[in-house]
């Protein structure tokens, strides 16, 4: 087990380009979720997958954002024409899927939009 | 629809003190609850958790009771430590639909002083 891992672990950007994350979650995780957290807050959820389905999505996700899982592995999470409101720390988390499974969160991706 | 409220911080202790974080939560359901802990530089883990009403979570000397009636969750540890000091959320999940989507407090900060 070696956790859920997420690339890069900073980025700094400036507004209006694209950036893409990556989350690798524990390996036999059909679950995937990200979430964004800002200073002071909890983590706010914005999408989840089951193996390769996204089946959520919260209206935090506005258009300019879009996941993906292939293959059910990796997921990635792009976020277009960025804007300073973006910069958050974003986190993945993964489970197994039975109920009430715990989720085990990676280290996230700050982003700073410039 | 569903939220978790708890305790504003920062809560500063001295070792060896009792703990109290409040968390008290809405929602539709029957939810299941939760404490996860973030120390510095490190991401979400779960503390402890408890699926239904009067069950109590334990671990690493904390405990948390799942009050139906006062709809609360508050977390206790009867004599803390340095190494104590972290971010605590309470969380819930609705079973309803079973994502196992989290939703999460704000989280308070615990600083313990030697």
């Known amino acids: 087990d070696t956790g859920v891992s997420q690339n890069p672990r900073h980025k700094i950007t400036k507004r209006g380009q694209n950036v893409t994350f990556r989350c690798d979650p524990i390996?036999?995780?059909?679950?995937l979720y990200w979430y964004r957290q800002t200073l002071g807050q909890g983590p706010e959820f914005l999408t989840y997958?089951?193996?390769?389905?996204?089946?959520?999505k919260s209206r935090l996700l506005s258009d300019r954002f879009s996941a993906e899982r292939p293959k059910g592995s990796f997921s990635t999470l792009e976020i277009q024409r960025t804007e300073q409101g973006d910069s958050a720390m974003y986190l993945c988390a993964s489970s197994q899927g039975a109920d009430n499974s715990p989720l085990h969160f990676g280290n996230g991706t700050r982003l700073t939009v410039t | 629809g569903n939220s978790v409220t708890q305790m504003e911080g920062p809560v500063t202790l001295s070792e060896e003190a009792f703990l109290t974080i409040n968390c008290t939560y809405t929602?539709?359901?029957?939810?299941?609850l939760f404490w996860y802990v973030q120390y510095p530089g490190e991401g979400l883990q779960l503390l402890l958790k408890?699926?239904?009403?009067?069950d109590k979570g334990s671990n690493k000397g904390f405990e948390a009771t799942y009050r139906k009636e006062t709809t609360s969750f508050h977390l206790e540890k009867g004599s803390v430590q340095v190494s104590d000091s972290a971010v605590y959320f309470c969380?819930?999940?609705?079973?309803?639909?079973?994502?196992?989507?989290?939703?999460f407090g704000q989280g308070t900060t615990l600083q313990v002083k030697p």
């Open positions: 390996s036999e995780h059909n679950r």
């Open positions: 969380a819930l999940s609705v079973s309803s639909g079973n994502t196992g989507k989290l939703i």
């Open positions: 408890a699926t239904k009403a009067d």
């Open positions: 929602a539709t359901g029957y939810p299941s």
């Open positions: 997958f089951q193996n390769e389905a996204q089946l959520e």
